[in-house]
């Protein structure tokens, strides 16, 4: 019997597995609806979709270096007990060397690509699943390529709580674009220098920082002068080369860069789970309601 996109459809609101794993489960049983559900339930795939709408803000970073080309990515599971699992690291290597191979666009893409052992990235992630217990997600990567003379710079914080990767171009010194690396995960600029900042972002905060200077009762003629010096202090927050370097607080980043005959070219920082909304379980309510319902 032929599986219509119809038949995936309605197996996927049913489980919540992938659509691959829909359509492989309706293959198998020739359409059969029920026995395609027993058939994810079997393989732990339907068991594994019903947590999808639990919140995966816990997790790991990671950065894998193949001579010219680098990846760095975010997995992410429910508790950091799971991102400790020896399981959840390998799937995230194995994630890392898939994505280094296959170089896909989105994680959409990536998500309906085959792996080396011949199973599809969504099946595998959700094998994982069913052995971990938990919700699993490829949550973001990018794929990063230099030249012969350049170097990257790859930096792991707290066994991948942060992840950093740098591109340096002009040398080829790891220790330094790893130190750069390093800079970044512990400061969390925003961009490389200023020409990166956008002219509306410079606005925007030119005009707060002169109604700030306003506030404090400043003579309107010497606000545009102190509001000139603020914005080099807001500079110095958001843009990397304007940042005085972690291991040597007197030199700036742009410094450190240009005394190794280096130009900072681009950097990924990955904190893990950063803009997720983590549920806030208050278990001391929880309890007391527990006690007050005994009672």
Excluded at 140 to 158: C, I, P, Q, S
Excluded at 186 to 213: F, G, H, S, W
Excluded at 252 to 261: I, L, N, P
């Amino acid at each position: 019997m032929a599986v219509t996109a119809q038949m995936v459809k309605e197996l996927r609101e049913k489980t919540g597995a992938g659509m691959m794993d829909c359509k492989k489960a309706l293959t198998e049983t020739n359409g059969d609806m029920e026995k395609a559900i027993d058939f994810l339930r079997e393989k732990g795939i339907a068991k594994a979709a019903k947590k999808a709408d639990r919140i995966a803000a816990e997790g790991l970073t990671y950065v894998e270096v193949n001579g010219n080309e680098a990846v760095i990515l975010e997995v992410n599971s429910e508790t950091d007990f799971v991102a400790k699992n020896e399981g959840f690291q390998t799937l995230t290597k194995e994630l890392a060397a898939h994505l280094l191979a296959k170089k896909p666009a989105t994680v959409e893409e990536a998500l309906t690509q085959t792996m080396e052992n011949g199973t599809v990235v969504e099946e595998h992630i959700n094998t994982a699943i069913a052995k971990i217990g938990e919700k699993l997600t490829l949550r973001r990567f990018e794929v990063v390529t230099k030249g012969d003379n350049d170097v990257f710079g790859a930096y792991l914080h707290m066994g991948g709580r942060i992840g950093v990767l740098t591109l340096l171009e002009g040398t080829t010194d790891e220790v330094a674009a790893k130190d750069i690396a390093m800079h970044i995960a512990a400061v969390n600029p925003k961009y490389i220098d200023r020409n990166a900042v956008t002219e509306e972002e410079i606005a925007r905060e030119r005009e707060v920082l002169t109604q700030q200077a306003l506030n404090e009762g400043k003579p309107e003629n010497i606000v545009a002068k102190m509001v000139e010096g603020r914005l080099g202090k807001f500079f110095e927050e958001i843009c990397l080369l304007d940042q005085s370097f972690i291991k040597d607080p007197d030199m700036k980043v742009r410094k450190f860069a240009e005394s190794k005959g280096a130009t900072v070219k681009s950097f990924v920082r990955y904190a893990v789970g950063e803009g997720i909304e983590k549920r806030q379980d208050n278990f001391a309510e929880e309890v007391m309601n527990q006690v007050k319902g005994n009672n």
